[in-house]
């Protein structure tokens, strides 16, 4: 089983609806992260959270909402979806410990069509 | 703010080449530098990373990466290419963050790496 674990893994979805991505872990780690990756740009970051009680914003938070339900659950959520945001999402995970060193962990990725 | 350039969108090289794949960077201070690897229909998987010491890092599957300090540069090379390196590579470079600390990782646009027989 992967350690990092995504749902659904493909979504298709109208504008306007909403959509939820859900993100477990069994790796034990405190932080997690939701990126979006489109073609061209690369991975950019729309939340972070370091622990249940944190939560902060990445580059691309506008639209986007997250949701720590507990250590190992990191939701993120799209209260009503437009077509730009169709992208493919990750989630990725760190240790505390080798907090500092930037080796995440990273899903299977949720690939959203938004029409 | 952090920012990293992949200059090539593709690099093709053949079976057995050399193969380099390359990337800037500017960060202040100094920094923390990676290479991740995206297999078709993957996530990220961790290559290697640069944050102090010898310039020449070792990583996973025989890739290395040259950290050059006045260039701000950070190639990621294979000595001898295979057909299955073929993947997006992506360079990225970790940034303080707003909490002071953290893995918050700048990525490149990445690389797609072709290697044919």
């Known amino acids: 089983d992967a350690d990092v674990t995504q749902t659904p893994r493909n979504r298709i979805t109208k504008t306007g609806k909403r959509i939820m991505l859900e993100c477990s872990q069994t790796?034990?780690?405190?932080?997690m992260y939701w990126y979006r990756q489109d073609p061209g740009l690369g991975l950019r970051l729309i939340y972070y959270?370091?622990?249940?009680?944190?939560?902060n914003k990445g580059e691309i938070s506008d639209g986007y909402s997250v949701s720590r339900q507990a250590q190992a659950k990191f939701s993120l959520s799209l209260e009503s979806a437009i077509p730009n945001q169709t992208a493919l999402y990750f989630c990725?995970?760190?240790?505390?410990?080798?907090?500092?060193?930037?080796?995440?962990?990273f899903g299977e990725g949720s690939r959203l069509t938004v029409l | 703010a952090q920012s990293v350039a992949q200059p090539e969108d593709q690099v093709n090289v053949a079976e057995g080449n050399p193969l380099t794949v390359k990337c800037t960077y500017s960060?202040?201070?100094?920094?923390?530098l990676f290479w991740y690897v995206q297999y078709p229909n993957r996530g990220l998987q961790f290559l290697l990373k640069?944050?102090?010491?010898?310039?020449l890092v070792k990583g996973s599957y025989g890739f290395e990466a040259e950290f050059n300090k006045s260039q701000t540069s950070f190639h990621l090379k294979k000595p001898s290419a295979l057909v299955s390196d073929s993947a997006l590579y992506f360079c990225?470079?970790?940034?303080?963050?707003?909490?002071?600390?953290?893995?918050?990782?700048?990525f490149g646009t990445g690389t797609q790496l072709k290697v044919e027989l």
């Open positions: 990725a995970t760190s240790d505390r410990d080798r907090g500092n060193t930037g080796e995440l962990f």
């Open positions: 790796k034990g780690h405190d932080r």
């Open positions: 959270s370091f622990d249940v009680k944190d939560i």
């Open positions: 960060v202040s201070g100094n920094p923390y």
């Open positions: 640069y944050i102090t010491g010898d310039n």
């Open positions: 990225a470079v970790r940034g303080l963050g707003l909490t002071g600390g953290g893995n918050k990782l700048t």
